[in-house]
């Protein structure tokens, strides 16, 4: 696995068909367990998309190990990126294509890709997926091999999109043990502070910008009594403009 120096945003913000979205984020990210926590239309996922190269800064600059992240052959062995929904991550009929497009991205030889993904699914008890089609599933089946796919490039960071969102109980329990486990920086976006409970370092986004940012007990804290305090005010009753 690429050793990594971290995650840098100068002055990084976004603009969206004219609305900021980010503004003026100044960030080291350095530790292994990382949360993003802030209400829905905060800009999380925006961040998360800015942070994996998805899209430029519309100010300041944004850098994977030194590196451009829009760069994306060059970041392909530094960062990766769990969606929240799998489909949108998906693109081949079955698990062992799925499997090896990434490997095949990395410079790997289709032999030498087929050999990482058998060894990956025999390690996983799972060597009955490889020729299922991908559409035959389940959710958490979905979500787990968009994971496998990821872990096969080991990427020294892994992006983590509401990584529990839609699944049942013993799912989010298999896949919160998986990632636990994980060696990479892990840095996870999310809405849930159960989600985010553990991490070492947790910064809260509100409208674009960082309201908090330290250990997760403190910041999560205030989080949620703020939004406690919303939620006493009856506070989405104002139409937006």
Known sequence: MTTTQGITLKNASVTLGGKPILSNLDLALTEPRIGIIGRNGSGKTTLLRLIAGLIAPTTGTVQIDGLDPTDR??????????????DHQILFPTVAEELAFGLRQQGRTQTQADQAVTQLLHQESRAHWAHAPTHTLSQGQRHYLCLLSILLMQPATILLDEPFAGLDLPTK?????????????????????????????LLWLDQGKIRADGPAAATLQAFTAEMAQLGERDADTSLAL
């Open 73 to 86: 052959k060059a970041v392909l062995p530094r960062l990766g990126i769990l969606f929240q929904n799998p």
């Open 173 to 201: 329990i298999r896949l919160h043990r998986r990632l636990a486990a994980l060696p990479q920086r892990l840095i996870t976006i999310s809405h849930d502070p159960a989600a985010v409970a553990d991490c070492d370092r």
